[in-house]
């Protein structure tokens, strides 16, 4: 998927690859609270997707500092993406699973972008 949205200082239009699941109506992407860009999304701001070859208008709300929800989602996007438990530095414990320490610390310093279609 492709995010494009507006920065909050600059007023640019940045155009970012992330990889997303699709949650019910919304659209859900992930990344570490280290990278900044999604910082430009918090306050339901207007964004553009393109997910499946088509360009559509959603509007985000940012979970951070809520580290039983970033869990929760976490743990849903990496039982379907689990090769990206790397990204966040959680390994996998021999039976494929996700290590619970590891897990809660992520949930620590993960951010959940999630995007409705306006």
């Known amino acids: 998927m ?19 699941v699709v949650v019910d109506d919304v659209v859900r992407c992930y990344t570490s609270s ?3 860009w999604w910082r430009n999304l918090i306050g339901g701001v207007s964004v553009d997707l393109l ?3 088509g360009w559509a208008a959603y509007r985000t709300d940012v979970i951070v500092n809520d580290p039983a929800a970033v ?5 849903h996007y990496l039982a379907i993406y689990p090769q990206d ?9 021999r039976d494929k699973t996700l290590n619970e320490q590891d897990l809660d610390r992520a949930a620590l310093e993960a951010v959940v972008v999630e995007a409705r279609r306006r």
């Open 2 to 20: 492709l995010i494009t949205f507006t920065g909050r200082r600059s007023g640019r239009r940045f155009t970012t690859p992330v990889r997303y």
């Open 34 to 36: 280290k990278n900044l």
């Open 51 to 53: 997910i499946g070859g």
């Open 71 to 75: 869990k929760l989602a976490l743990q």
């Open 85 to 93: 438990s790397a990204y966040h530095e959680i390994r996998l414990n």
